[in-house]
């Protein structure tokens, strides 16, 4: 089975708390990549980071982190003094070596409340 | 560089009507994809093309549904007739190539309701 799990529907946040935003996926390949995308108000999907199945170095990117587990099937995703800028719905995705298709999780709503 | 354009933003119509949604992909992006999210659950892909043809058509839901790309470059898809279960947003999203290093491009999305 090939699935994407984001457990957590909402988070509601006070302006420059930590949040994480958790993230468990299924798969049976060897070779596979992760992605989160950003849904703003404005509606768009933006895409924020991609990891394969063999780097499991974990990235920050300012106050963005993510931490990819391969034992626990989890790539979560960090917000550091988190701003009001950040309230969005986070998608976190699965894709296979082969084949173009995302696999999406059910995405989490974060709210920054000032 | 224009990003990935969709058209209409909104639409609303009544059960038994057609409706037709747009995507005008990143200029020289080979890939289209089409997703679709229900009712606050998850994104879920419908199809893929690569230029012209359709490399994946599996999560297309039924025969009502019918996407193409003609002259690979935008892509329409077309609803008909439309059911109350096809409410939801439409994305469309774009990439350079196929492998997954190409990251898709998504557009803003058409929020379809169905009345």
């Known amino acids: 089975a090939q699935k994407v799990t984001q457990a957590q529907t909402e988070i509601s946040v006070v302006e420059k708390e930590d949040v994480t935003l958790d993230c468990v996926y299924e798969t049976r390949d060897t070779t596979y990549y992760l992605f989160w995308y950003k849904q703003p108000p404005s509606g768009e999907l933006v895409f924020l980071i991609r990891r394969n199945s063999f780097d499991e170095q974990n990235e920050i990117s300012g106050r963005y982190s993510w931490n990819f587990q391969k034992s626990t099937s989890s790539f979560n995703f960090t917000i550091t003094a988190s701003q009001v800028v950040d309230s969005a719905v986070y998608f976190c995705a699965l894709r296979h070596n082969q084949g173009g298709k995302l696999i999406f999780g059910q995405g989490t709503e974060l709210s920054v409340k000032p | 560089e224009a990003g990935v354009t969709q058209f209409p933003s909104h639409s609303v119509i009544e059960k038994g009507q057609t409706v037709t949604l747009r995507c005008d992909p990143i200029?020289?992006?080979?890939?289209l994809y089409w997703y679709r999210r229900v009712m606050g659950k998850e994104i879920k892909f419908l199809l893929h093309f690569v230029k012209e043809s359709k490399q994946d058509e599996s999560g297309m839901p039924n025969n009502r549904f019918l996407a193409e790309r003609t002259g690979g470059t935008y892509s329409t898809l077309k609803v008909q007739p439309a059911e109350l279960e096809d409410s939801g947003v439409y994305f469309c999203?774009?990439?350079?190539?196929?492998?997954?290093?190409?990251?898709?491009?998504f557009g803003d999305g058409t929020r379809l309701s169905i009345l």
């Open positions: 999203a774009s990439s350079l190539r196929t492998g997954p290093q190409w990251p898709q491009h």
């Open positions: 200029s020289g992006h080979d890939n």
